[in-house]
């Protein structure tokens, strides 16, 4: 019994530990944020705490056309993928066409490449459209991702068919049991495909960086990018636009965080 | 009845489809004969086919061959470690643990944020005299700014990445530990069989599915590598301090968009698709044969 007790100490200390060494990063970001530089890295009380970095990140950059830009794209890409993909998802995992199988291989293929490949001819694509440094190039390509198909169509193969057959024998078609009946009871995919979407483009760096140009057009992550260059000596103002980068998701992954694991363990990432 | 099943499917993949043929399966098959050609879309009257000159090339290219092995080096250090501590966490987030959901965000918060952030406020804690470089200074380590430091800006890059992932590969496992039956455990307890015996013959067979994909999806992504690597480099050439953090990705990265060689930057994408492909192929098969 003792040495169960020890053990149980022992795996409480561990996951303290763990906790610890997640968050603490993340409360030290923070707080540093809200200090004058003379005052990073030291413990002060709360009177010399102010908004005055955030303030001065807002005079010297365009942070809510920053905001505006990402919102804007994010929004755009992930109402795409939740409308394109379970769709795919769900023929591929239900209804029977010719072809339904080569597709599948495909999507899995395309998994496998990464999307450092496809980078530069999308980018000479898109010059060619004259679509390089507009909010189209980070969007447009973005709208229907391979991953979110497969996961829909794990998703769909994992949920039974009575009902869908009980809507058929009541006439109704192919598009109306899909939408009537099988949407509605698919939130945890579609809640699962948003937040990884969400969180996924949000956070991207390599395409924004590469596809934009113009400091107007930039993305958060970009923009902070910028900030670190400029100001890299100045702690205080750096950590206040890793704020402003992170707070959003953070905020959307507290609303969400009971979809995360439900989410992650339904849609067929089970393997 | 059949026909109208087709046509329904058809209708239903055709978005999907589309976008993947326009923005995928094209520009894929654009970077393979990019990769032929001597190419700047700048410059189009320069460009000409070259055949496999620029593989050739690649092959005798020592900065090639740096990215290539600190690539390797990142996935062989990586993948095992977020796998092993990744798997050990839900493992004991899966017993009886007060506050399961408290610690389970902690850890999965890191991995929301941008790597973009992260990096950089890893980087001031890993700055000559910072937090974390003084503690590694107590256990012996030089005290000097890690990601500016040839020797350890590698190390500092795992450390990041790490950081960053294990949450998500936790919450794999913890769904697969989800799934298996409580009655193997209680099974085995009647038999006698110890914490240790029942973990390593019930919980690892059991999972093993989720852990190859893990392991597959934990290569992918470490090999791809980019976003990081750019905060520590700043304003100085990708892969800073001088190549030390040079990977495959950086290396293609500036030979087609820095350099404007893009048939050989598309080379070196090849290349590292075809390790990849190759890698999970091998991963695959392997799997398929312990069944």
């Known amino acids: 019994m003792a040495k169960k007790r020890i053990g149980k100490v022992f795996t409480y200390l561990f996951l303290i530990c763990l906790a610890l060494i997640f968050l ?33 990140l807002f005079s010297e950059f365009p942070i809510m056309r920053w905001y505006g830009n990402t919102a804007l794209s994010t929004v755009a890409v992930v109402a795409g993928n939740i409308f394109f993909t379970p769709l795919a998802g769900y023929a591929l995992a239900r209804l029977r066409f010719p072809g339904r199988k080569a597709i599948f291989l495909c999507l899995m293929l395309s998994m496998m490449i990464p999307g450092q490949l496809v980078l530069l001819p999308q980018y000479i694509m898109m010059a060619k459209a004259g679509m390089v440094d507009t909010l189209w190039a980070i969007t447009l390509p973005y709208l229907s991702q391979s991953m979110f198909i497969f996961m829909s169509r794990q998703f769909f193969y994992g949920i039974p068919e009575e009902l869908e057959e009980a809507a058929r024998i009541d006439g109704l078609g192919r598009f109306g049991t899909y939408f009537r009946i099988v949407l509605p009871i698919s939130g945890v995919l579609l809640a699962t495909i948003a937040i990884f979407n969400f969180t996924g483009t949000w956070n991207s760096y390599l395409v924004p960086s590469t596809f934009i140009s113009s400091a107007d057009k930039y993305v958060l992550v970009v923009g902070l990018q910028t900030v670190n260059n400029q100001h890299f000596q100045q702690e205080n103002l750096t950590l206040a636009g890793v704020v402003l980068l992170s707070f959003p998701v953070i905020g959307f992954f507290m609303f969400t965080q009971k979809f995360f694991v439900q989410g992650i363990a339904t849609a067929g990432l089970k393997g | 009845m059949r026909r109208q099943e087709a046509v329904a499917g058809w209708i239903f993949v055709l978005p999907a489809v589309l976008f993947w043929l326009i923005w995928f399966l094209y520009p894929a098959l654009k970077a393979v004969s990019i990769s032929f050609f001597q190419y700047n879309y700048a410059t189009p009257e320069t460009n000409m086919f070259v055949g496999l000159a620029n593989y050739a090339r690649l092959f005798q290219d020592p900065k090639f061959f740096t990215a290539l092995s600190h690539s390797f080096l990142m996935v062989a250090v990586v993948v095992p470690l977020q796998t ?29 944020i941008s790597a973009m ?42 450390i990041v990445y790490v950081w960053q992932q294990v949450g ?45 994909l893990v392991l597959t999806f934990g290569m992918i992504n470490a090999f791809q590598i980019f976003d990081q690597i750019a905060a520590m480099s700043k304003q100085s050439p990708l892969g800073s ?27 070196a994408a090849v290349v590292l698709f075809l390790i990849i492909f190759s890698l999970s192929a091998v991963r695959e098969v392997l799997g398929r044969r312990s069944d």
């Open chain 1, 24 to 56: 603490v990063p993340v409360f030290y970001v923070f707080y540093n944020s809200l200090l004058p530089k003379r005052y990073i890295g030291t413990f002060v009380p709360p009177d010399v705490w102010s908004f005055d970095n955030y303030k001065e």
């Open chain 2, 84 to 112: 092993l501590l990744s798997f050990a966490v839900a493992v004991l987030l899966n017993g009886p643990i007060r506050f399961k959901g408290f610690y389970r965000s902690s850890c999965y918060i890191p991995y929301v």
């Open chain 2, 117 to 158: 952030a992260v990096t950089i406020f890893f980087m001031y804690f890993f700055l000559k005299g910072g937090p974390a470089s003084s503690f590694f200074a107590m256990l012996g380590l030089e005290n000097v700014s890690w990601f500016a430091s040839t020797k350890y800006a590698l190390a500092f890059l795992m």
């Open chain 2, 168 to 212: 998500f590969y936790m919450v794999i496992f913890i769904g697969a530990l989800q799934e298996v039956p409580l009655e193997l455990y209680e099974a085995a307890k009647v038999d006698g069989a110890n914490a240790w015996q029942r973990l390593t013959r019930i919980t690892v067979p059991m999972i093993k599915n989720t852990t190859y």
């Open chain 2, 241 to 267: 301090p001088s190549g030390a953090t040079s990977t495959l990705v950086t290396f293609l990265y500036q030979q087609s968009f820095s350099y404007m060689d893009m048939g050989y930057g598309s080379a």
